[in-house]
Nanobody
């Protein structure tokens, strides 16, 4: 089970940290990713991290502004977001799966993860 949290209303240029709590499975051995989606649009890949944090990948729209990290002792993956823009407004989802690293990075960019959190709303507005 994945539980995303930390969303809210933030002003442009501000920061926010999302958390994805992983429970009920050996998610500490799985890659985890963050996506976002707006109504009527496809789910967009933002960032992914492998099981031990040694490999990270970012989508072009967030590279340099967002940072993904994980704390396996707390079974949590984080998405630190900075320099937020109004176009970052969306519902943010975390996802996880036990992909073999031989499939990186293409499989990480896909929405075919088996396990998803429920989503947390992020609104960037003044």
């Amino acid at each position: 089970q994945l539980q995303a949290s930390g969303g809210g209303l933030v002003q442009p240029g501000g920061s926010l940290r999302l958390s994805c709590a992983l429970s009920g499975r050996t998610f500490s051995n799985y890659a985890t990713a963050w996506f976002r989606q707006n109504p009527g649009k496809e789910r967009e890949f933002l960032a992914a991290i492998n099981w031990n944090g040694g490999m990270t990948y970012y989508g072009d729209s967030v590279k340099g502004r967002f940072t993904i990290s994980r704390d396996n002792a707390k079974n949590t993956v984080y998405l630190q977001m900075s320099s937020l823009k109004p176009e970052d407004t969306a519902v943010y989802y975390c996802a996880s799966d036990g992909y073999s690293e031989s499939y990186y990075p293409d499989r990480l960019f896909s929405t075919k993860y088996r396990y998803w959190g429920q989503g947390t709303q992020v609104t960037v507005s003044s």
